[in-house]
């Protein structure tokens, strides 16, 4: 896929690799609109990609709540067109430090999947119905090692990744030969603050740069032959071009 002129909506835009993303799509010729909850931040990062010669436009919100994601695609057709990219990069850890599920109230529990599952399929549902129309539209959901893997202390992060993961399937398999491509990727561990929320004692020398897995999965968005629809790719195995 060409990401040159295409509308890219990026959740969870304002830092790591959201940001990384937006920057690196940007500098693709993507006309990318910003999703996060902290305007300010968001702001900040257009700012920068503005000032680097690229597109970009902010709209703060939550995507755990259905009252912002209802109105959300017809607000970024507004700002870009057609919307041909979406890239479900929010996330949630639940409380910190992290515990076991049994000492995880449901209350929690059900936060992190509104966020980290219901929330991209709330969005997708309102903006792959148009990608198939145009037979055009990559859905990129970021994954993570805990969705394949029982970390303890990770359960309800783990849970909702792995759910994730089998959105990504399902939608793949019921709009299979649309034209639109659903992709699962789990991108490593990184050098981001989530990452330290999670492991305050990690080495950030032993983590990837945000920016580097970035490259990488526009790689993945552009590469539909290595990339084919319903695939979970992992980020430390693809080999850049």
Known sequence: MDIRGSGALITGGSRGLGEALAK???????KVVLVARNENELA???????????EAHVIAGDVADKRFVHPLA???????GDVDIVIHNASALGPVPLRPLLDTECE???????TNLVGPQRITRAIAGGMALRKKGVVLFVSSDAAVSAY?????YGVSKAALDHLARIFAAELEGSGVRFLAVDPGEMDTKMHADAIPD???RT???P??????????IENERRAPSGSRLEASKWRTT
Do not use: C, H, Y
């Open 24 to 30: 690196t799509l940007a500098k693709r010729g993507a």
């Open 44 to 54: 900040r990062v257009a700012k920068e990609i503005r000032d680097d010669g690229g």
């Open 74 to 80: 017809g607000r970024a057709a507004a700002l870009v």
């Open 108 to 114: 929690d529990f059900s936060a992190v999947l509104e």
């Open 152 to 156: 303890p202390n990770w359960g309800a």
């Open 202 to 204: 990690a080495d950030p």
């Open 207 to 209: 983590l990837a740069n």
């Open 211 to 220: 920016g580097d897995v970035a490259e990488i999965l526009a790689q993945m």
